[in-house]
């Protein structure tokens, strides 16, 4: 909190701030005006949550003062301090809606009471304050208010647990760290892929919503329904009185199958827990996380989170024995069958072990660089290879499903069919360019022009012509020019600095530059060479 302290007399403000201890009553900054215009000017360029001041001052009053405040700035607590109990300033104060009036001389230890009780007051408004925007948040936003109450739990630590109670207690669900919670995630694939055609969130929300009751019929239960950062609906179900929370196999059985029914598809994965105490709900959405992440074929069914975290023994992700025969299948060109033995080595391999995830995410990692070593060997640039609809990032974050391993592995083989097919039509490319240059050798050429007509990328044509070629697209476009300039000096008799504007060089020092460069002899030079020889002949 800020606190603004307004008088003409400098000793006074002095003594205020030698002789209170702010920070003990509540402030954590203490600013200073002599006059009116400077406080105001503070007021504008600070947050100020308590303002004292002097009345009798040069230009502008403290009641003049206080009055602008309470126009301009409504939610700052103002005091009236004078060395004049005048009951007229007291009158006046109140009627501003001064919070008190201090009259000069007064101890410090009166002056810092009032000054804690302004501090509390202003804390108390604020909190009302956001009691009210808190109410009518949730009122106007129910699930938002949800999500944001919950996803801190998700991605939050265990200081967050009791803010996210206040908040769910503020929105009228009334329960404790030590009330029993179930959990439940509902995977609808369609809306989690976002499938084309894919449902609704609100209508998924209240299709869910109309299930619950088949899971449990009591009024000492209370539920709500959130979408997870994960696309999957959570469902909380809070219990104050211990021992009415479990709830019967049959139940979620029940649950299930009524929302397949209701959404009209068996593509459905139900994750339950087991009950948990509110304080310990962290560790319960880890092993939750750890269990769905696992699921990495999308499998349906219904999973008990709290069973399957501790089982089976780790595996090895080892691809060892694979990666030859996938590389050899790269090299020759067999793409068809390298995607058909990849997905039969994750099917095979990945699902249901109890580190499915980590598991994916290696394996996802050696075929992918499996991939970029080929492109590397084959001076493939990377970045030649992606686009924005799927970046080099979208590559290396696809590791969550196999499906989503498999799409990457789709699009790479499809980047060197791509590769491969222009490598065929390489030399039709360069001829195509080396005869666009020398019918425009005369022009401003640049590699975009030459590369927009022979419908290639412009960097993916230099590479292609510097390999087929042995020379760089600018290299051959000067010796293409020089090539020229000699038969114009050899058999015209236009001047050099003609010529050199006549094979596209404007700039005749960078032109005789260029041409001693290549030929060792400057324009004049070989030009007086040649006349010498058919003066001898």
Not at 317 to 343: C, H, P
Not at 499 to 519: C, D, M, P, T
Request: hydrophobic share 40%.
């Amino acid at each position: 909190m800020n606190l603004l302290l307004v008088d003409d007399q400098t000793s006074v403000l002095q003594g205020l701030l030698h002789g209170i201890d702010f920070e003990a009553i509540g402030y954590s900054g203490v600013l200073t005006a002599s006059n009116a215009a400077d406080a105001i000017k503070i007021c504008e360029e600070n947050t100020v949550n308590v303002l004292v001041t002097d009345i009798e001052m040069p230009g502008q009053s403290g009641i003049e003062l206080i009055e602008y405040v309470q126009q301009r700035f409504p939610g700052i607590i103002r005091i009236v301090m004078t060395s004049h109990a005048k009951f007229l300033y007291a009158q006046s104060s109140l009627r501003l809606g001064c919070f008190d009036f201090i009259v000069q001389p007064s101890p410090y230890e009166a002056v810092a009471q009032t000054l804690k009780r302004a501090a509390e007051a202003w804390n108390l408004n604020f909190n009302n304050r956001r009691m009210m925007e808190y109410g009518a948040l949730f009122k106007c936003n129910p699930n938002e208010f949800l999500a944001k109450a919950i996803n801190n739990l998700y991605v939050g630590t265990a200081d967050e647990i009791e803010e996210s109670m206040e908040l769910l207690n503020r929105a009228g669900y009334s329960f404790t760290m030590d009330s029993l919670v179930r959990l439940f995630w509902v995977d609808v694939h369609a809306y989690t892929r976002k499938e084309p055609g894919y449902p609704s969130q609100r209508y998924l929300m209240r299709t869910i919503n109309d299930s619950v009751p088949v899971l449990f019929n009591t009024d000492s239960l209370s539920h709500f329904i959130v979408m997870t950062p994960f696309r999957m609906f959570s469902i909380f179900i809070i219990d104050n009185n211990s021992g009415t929370l479990p709830l019967e196999e049959e139940g979620i059985d029940e649950f299930y199958v009524s929302l397949q029914k209701k959404l009209e598809t068996e593509d459905i994965t139900l994750y339950f827990s087991d009950p948990v105490e509110y304080k310990n709900i962290l560790r319960e959405i880890h092993c939750a996380n750890m269990c769905i992440g696992n699921n990495v074929s999308g499998k349906a069914g219904i999973f008990n989170t709290s069973a399957a975290s501790g089982e089976g023994a780790l595996t090895s992700a080892d691809t060892s024995v694979n990666q030859k025969y996938w590389d050899s299948l790269l090299r020759t060109g067999s793409f068809l069958m390298l995607k058909k033995e990849i997905r039969a080595h994750l099917n095979r391999n990945i699902p249901d072990k109890p580190n499915s995830l980590q598991l994916l995410k290696k394996t996802h990692q050696q075929i992918v660089n499996l991939f970029l070593i080929y492109f590397y060997k084959n001076n493939v640039e990377i970045s030649s290879i992606f686009s924005k609809d799927f970046t080099f990032q979208d590559c290396m974050d696809s590791f969550s499903t196999i499906d989503a391993v498999m799409k990457t592995v789709d699009y790479l083989t499809g980047a060197m069919q791509n590769i491969q097919k222009k490598e065929e039509h390489g030399e039709d490319h360069v001829s195509r360019a080396k005869g666009y240059i020398l019918d425009h050798y005369n022009s401003e050429l640049s590699i975009k022009e030459i590369a927009d007509f022979v419908h290639l990328n412009p960097e993916y044509l230099t590479r292609l012509f510097k390999k087929e070629s042995g020379t760089t697209l600018k290299d051959y476009i000067i010796e293409c020019r020089i090539s020229k300039a000699k038969d114009l000096l050899a058999n015209s008799s236009l001047s050099v600095s003609m010529i050199a504007s006549e094979v596209g060089y404007h700039n005749f020092s960078y032109f005789a530059y260029l041409f001693k460069k290549l030929e060792k002899v400057t324009p004049r030079e070989y030009r007086n060479r040649f006349a010498e020889q058919a003066f001898r002949e």
